[in-house]
């Protein structure tokens, strides 16, 4: 189960010290789904320029993350990581999200610090606003589905 957290008061910290926003969620899905973790950034867009590898906390391998831009995604699958460009809505931070269903009609994705915590995703829609994905290489075993909780 991966929990959502809604509070958006800076006040509120995750027990590693950071505000629940939404790199801090992608970082707790990986950490808590596959035992993998990535370097600090300063928001999501900085995530989506930089971070390229995962890294194992137990054994210290490193994982290479696939990266797709925007348009060239045909399909969106649990677990892919979607990014959004920096703009005024997002405070210049860009924004993150998680595939948590993906069918051949629709995708759900699970967001932090949002008005929509899950949101039904459309794969067609063309925004300009949409940078690409993150995705996990295919011989790491993927949940079917992700649950979520919302706080």
């Given at each position: 189960?991966?929990?959502?957290?809604?509070?958006?008061?800076?006040?509120?910290?995750?027990?590693?010290?950071?505000?629940?926003?939404?790199?801090?969620?992608?970082r707790r899905f990986y950490n808590q789904y596959y035992g993998l973790t990535f370097p600090s950034v300063k928001d999501a867009y900085e995530m989506f320029e930089k971070i390229e590898t995962l890294i194992h906390t137990n054994n210290h391998q490193v994982i290479l993350l696939q990266t797709i831009t925007a348009p060239n995604?045909?399909?969106?699958?649990?677990?892919?990581?979607?990014?959004?460009?920096?703009?005024?809505?997002?405070?210049?931070y860009g924004h993150v999200a998680i595939v948590v269903y993906?069918?051949?009609?629709?995708?759900?994705?699970?967001?932090?610090?949002?008005k929509n915590s899950?949101?039904?995703?459309?794969?067609?829609k063309k925004s300009s606003d949409f940078l690409g994905i993150k995705r996990l290489p295919d011989w790491i075993q993927k949940p079917a589905i992700i649950y979520v909780k919302v706080i």
């Open positions: 189960m991966l929990d959502i957290y809604m509070n958006r008061q800076k006040k509120v910290k995750t027990e590693y010290g950071v505000p629940f926003e939404c790199v801090e969620l992608v995604i045909d399909r969106l699958c649990v677990g892919d990581i979607l990014f959004w460009k920096r703009n005024k809505n997002n405070d210049y993906s069918d051949r009609k629709k995708v759900v994705i699970a967001q932090q610090n949002e899950l949101e039904v995703f459309d794969i067609n």
